[in-house]
C-alpha cells in the first residue's frame, strides 16, 4: 500500500468506492475488500449503504483504528444542526463512535453554514477529518476564506479522459488530499487502446495501470468493484511501476472535459 499523511497519520491512497452497491451488496463485497487488504471505505449518505458496511465491519474482526472510513453529506443538509443529525445516523448506521473522514458530497450555496457545523464536530472529535467533494477551486476558495480548520480531503471526477489537473494541482498546493472518484470511468476507460496496450507490457490489467497511474501522480483512488476477483484487481498495483514514457502516454489522454456532472451545475 502507499500512503498519504494527514495530522501525521498513514492514510492509504487505495480506497474501496461503494456507489451503486446496496446495503445487501455492501454487506457482501466489504468482507472481500478487507480480505483483499483495503482498509479504507468509501460510501455516503446518499448511497443508502452505510447499513451494510457497518455491519460488516463490526464483524470483521479489524481492530478499529486500522479502518478508514469515509461518508458524505448529501444537499439536504444546509445549516449545522442538520449536519449533527447525518452525522448522528451515518454513526449509528456505520455502527462507530467516529468519522474518519466526512465530505460535503457536491458543493451548494450553504457550504459555509454546513463547514461550520463539520468544523464543531471536529473540534469534540467526532470527525476526525473534514473535506469536500467535487469542489472547483472558487468553492475551495470561498471555505479557506471563512474556515477555521482547512479542508482536507477533495473527492473529484478524475480518470484518464478528465484528469482534473487544475483543481489537483490546486489542492496539493493548500495540503488538501486530491482523490479520484469513477478512477475507472465506470469501466468505460478499460477499454482504451493506449492503456491496454501498456497493460499487456507489463502483464497487468487496464484497471491496474489507471490506479498506478493515479497513485503515482499523487492523487488518491477510489474504484469500486461487487466482483471478489476485481476487487482483488484493483489492490494489486503495488509490485509495479510505470515508466515516464508510460506515464506520458496516459497524461496525453486527458480531454480535460468532464463526462459527469459539472459541479457549478449538478442539478442535486
Ligand atoms: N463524490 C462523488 O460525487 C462520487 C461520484 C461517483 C463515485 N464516487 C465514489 O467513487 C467510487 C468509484 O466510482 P464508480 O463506482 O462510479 O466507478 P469506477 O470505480 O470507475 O468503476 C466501477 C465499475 O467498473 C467495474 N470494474 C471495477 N473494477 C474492474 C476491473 N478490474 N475490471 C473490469 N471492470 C471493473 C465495476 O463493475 P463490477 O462491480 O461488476 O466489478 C463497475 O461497473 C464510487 O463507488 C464511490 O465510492 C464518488
Not at 191 to 217: C, H
Amino acid at each position: 500500500m502507499e500512503y498519504i499523511f494527514i495530522d501525521g497519520k498513514k492514510v492509504d491512497m487505495l480506497g474501496f468506492g461503494t456507489y451503486k452497491m446496496s446495503s445487501s451488496a455492501a454487506r457482501e463485497a466489504v468482507p472481500y475488500a478487507l480480505e483483499a487488504g483495503y482498509r479504507r471505505i468509501d460510501t455516503a449518505t446518499m448511497y443508502d449503504n452505510e447499513d451494510g458496511i457497518g455491519e460488516a465491519l463490526a464483524e470483521c474482526g479489524i481492530p478499529r483504528g486500522e479502518l478508514f472510513l469515509t461518508t458524505k453529506l448529501w444537499t439536504d443538509i444546509k445549516c449545522a444542526d442538520d449536519v449533527f443529525r447525518s452525522v448522528e445516523g451515518s454513526l449509528k448506521r456505520l455502527r462507530t463512535s467516529y468519522i474518519d473522514m466526512l465530505l460535503i458530497h457536491w458543493p451548494t450555496e450553504n457550504n459555509l453554514k454546513v463547514w461550520k457545523g463539520m468544523e464543531k464536530l471536529k473540534k469534540e472529535g467526532v470527525l476526525k477529518g473534514i473535506g469536500l467533494s467535487n469542489f472547483k477551486i472558487h468553492h475551495i476558495e470561498d471555505i479557506l476564506k471563512e474556515a477555521q480548520i482547512k479542508p482536507e480531503w477533495n473527492q473529484l471526477e478524475i480518470h484518464p479522459y478528465f484528469q482534473n489537473r487544475e483543481t489537483v494541482e490546486y489542492c496539493k498546493k493548500q495540503g488538501i488530499v486530491a482523490e479520484a472518484w469513477s478512477p475507472l470511468k465506470r469501466g468505460e476507460a478499460l477499454k482504451d487502446p493506449v492503456i491496454n496496450g501498456i497493460a499487456a507490457k507489463y502483464g497487468k490489467s487496464a484497471a491496474q495501470v489507471i490506479l498506478r497511474y493515479d497513485l503515482t501522480e499523487g492523487v488518491a483512488a477510489v474504484p469500486k468493484s461487487t466482483n471478489s476477483e476485481r476487487i482483488k484487481e484493483n489492490i494489486s498495483i503495488f509490485d509495479f511501476s510505470l515508466s515516464d514514457e508510460d506515464i506520458e502516454k496516459i497524461k496525453k489522454l486527458d480531454s480535460n472535459k468532464r463526462s459527469y456532472r459539472d459541479p457549478d451545475n449538478h442539478g442535486f
